[in-house]
C-alpha cells in the first residue's frame, strides 16, 4: 500500500472520529442531557467546541478525497505522507479517542447518585469549606434562646422527666421540638418510634407515588414573635466582609414561617444555616433532593442530598443535611423527597452539623437538572 493510501485512511479515521464525537454532543443537546455532564454555563463552550468539531471532521474528509484522488492520478507521489509508526501504535492511539465516545453512546445517561457519594465523599457542613482557614462569622445571641431552654427544663421537672439522652446524636426529635420557642406538642405528627425500629414499611408508603405526602401536613403552630430590624442586626452581625452576604441572608429569611432552599441558591443557602445554625434551631426549612442512607447511620437518619456542580460532573460534591425520621427505614435510596423539618443541630465525628428533626415528607419526581450551582450573585442582591 502507497504512503498516499495509507495517508487517505488515517485521514477518514480521523474524520469519522471528529464526526462521532460532534454527533454525541448534538444528540446529547437535543436530549436535554448536556447537563448531566457539565454546567449550564459551560454548555455554550461544548457547543462552539462540537462545531468546531465538525469543521476539522469536513477538513479531515477533504483531505482524504485529496489525497486519494492524487493517489490515483499520480502513483509515485508522496507528497501526503502516512503518519510514522506501526499499525499497533496507530491503533492504540484511535482507541484511546474511542473509547470514551462509545462509553458515551451505549451507557445511559443518569445523574449522579448515592453509588458515587461515599467516593467522593459527603460534605455535611456545607460551611466547612468557608471556615477551612479558622474564620468564622460572629455569632450574635436570639433573644428566645434564653428562655425557651428554661420553659422547657421546667416542663421536665413539673413532669418528673429530666433524663437527658446520652448517645452521638444527643437530641431526639421530641426533645429538639420541646425546645422550640412556641412549638406546641402535638404540632409535629412523627410516626411512633417502634415503627422504625421494626423497619416494617407501611403497604401504603410502598405505593406512593411522586407528589404523594408520606406524612400528614403540619399544623398550625404557634407563631413565633419576628425578631425587629435591631434584634437581627444583633443576632446576625455583619463585622466580617467575608460573611457579610450570608449574615444579609440570614436577617432577610429568619422571621419567615418556612424558609425555602431554593435551586439557585442551594449550596448558598446551607451554607447561611450551617453557619448560623445555633441562631436558626427551631426555624422550619423546606429543602429538596434524593435518599442517601450510608450504614454509618442510625436507621431513624438519612441525608437529603443534592450534588453541586461548579464546572462539569467530575467536580460535582454531594452536599447532605442529616435528617431525622422514625420512619427512615421505609425511604429508598436516590428517590427523591420534599422534606420539611426543624432545624436542629447533631454531632458526628466530634463535629456539630446542621441537622433536621423531619415534620414532613414529600415523594417527587428527579428535577430535569438534578445538580445545583453556585451563585456568583448571592449577597449582592
Known amino acids: ?13 480521523r474524520s469519522v472520529i471528529l464526526f462521532g464525537f460532534t454527533l454525541y454532543i448534538l444528540y446529547l443537546s437535543e436530549k436535554g442531557a448536556l447537563n448531566y455532564y457539565i454546567a449550564p454555563r459551560m454548555e455554550l463552550y461544548v457547543k462552539l467546541a462540537g462545531l468546531s468539531l465538525y469543521a476539522l471532521a469536513v477538513q479531515q ?63 455535611y457542613a456545607a460551611s466547612s469549606n468557608l471556615q477551612s482557614g479558622g474564620a468564622s462569622p460572629s455569632q450574635g445571641k436570639r433573644p428566645e434562646q434564653q428562655a425557651a431552654p428554661n420553659a422547657a427544663d421546667q416542663q421536665r421537672e413539673q413532669q418528673g422527666n429530666g433524663q437527658n439522652i446520652d448517645d452521638a446524636f444527643p ?17 409535629i405528627p412523627i410516626a411512633p418510634q417502634q415503627d422504625n425500629r421494626s423497619g416494617d414499611a407501611p403497604e ?8 404523594s405526602t408520606l406524612e400528614a401536613p403540619v399544623p398550625d403552630s404557634e407563631p413565633t414573635r419576628p425578631l425587629s430590624d435591631e434584634e437581627l442586626n444583633a443576632l446576625f452581625p455583619e463585622d466580617n466582609v467575608l460573611f457579610s452576604g450570608y449574615a444579609k441572608y440570614a436577617r432577610s429569611v429568619y ?30 426549612i423546606r429543602i429538596s433532593g434524593f435518599v442517601y442512607k450510608p450504614a454509618e447511620l442510625a436507621t431513624d437518619q438519612f441525608a437529603i442530598t443534592r450534588y453541586a456542580m461548579q464546572c462539569c460532573s467530575a467536580d460535582a460534591a454531594p452536599y447532605g443535611v442529616l435528617s431525622f425520621y422514625p420512619r427512615a427505614a421505609t425511604l429508598v435510596e436516590d428517590e427523591w423527597l420534599e422534606v ?39 449577597g449582592f442582591e
Open 204 to 211: 401504603a408508603d410502598a405505593v406512593q407515588p411522586p407528589g
Open 255 to 284: 422571621n419567615h414561617e418556612v424558609i425555602e432552599v431554593p435551586e439557585h441558591s442551594y449550596t448558598e443557602v446551607l451554607t447561611t444555616l450551617d453557619l448560623y445554625k445555633e441562631q436558626f434551631v427551631g426555624k422550619t
Open 61 to 123: 474528509a477533504f483531505h482524504a478525497y485529496r489525497t486519494w484522488r492524487k493517489r490515483t492520478a499520480i502513483p509515485s507521489c508522496d507528497c501526503s505522507p502516512a503518519p510514522a509508526g506501526g499499525v499497533w501504535k496507530h491503533a492504540a492511539v484511535y482507541l484511546f479517542f474511542l473509547f470514551p465516545l462509545m462509553l458515551g453512546l451505549f451507557t445511559p445517561d443518569t445523574a449522579l447518585g448515592s453509588k458515587l457519594v461515599e467516593r467522593k465523599g459527603m460534605n
Open 340 to 378: 420539611t423539618g426543624t432545624i436542629r443541630t447533631a454531632v458526628m465525628n466530634d463535629m456539630e452539623l446542621l441537622a433536621l428533626d423531619v415534620q414532613q415528607v414529600r415523594k417527587i419526581e428527579e428535577p430535569s437538572d438534578p445538580y445545583v450551582y453556585p451563585n456568583f450573585d448571592f
Open 171 to 187: 437530641h431526639s426529635a421530641t426533645e429538639s421540638q420541646d425546645t422550640q420557642p412556641g412549638a406546641a406538642d402535638d404540632a
Open 1 to 13: 500500500m502507497s504512503a498516499a493510501s495509507k495517508a487517505a485512511i488515517h485521514a477518514i479515521i
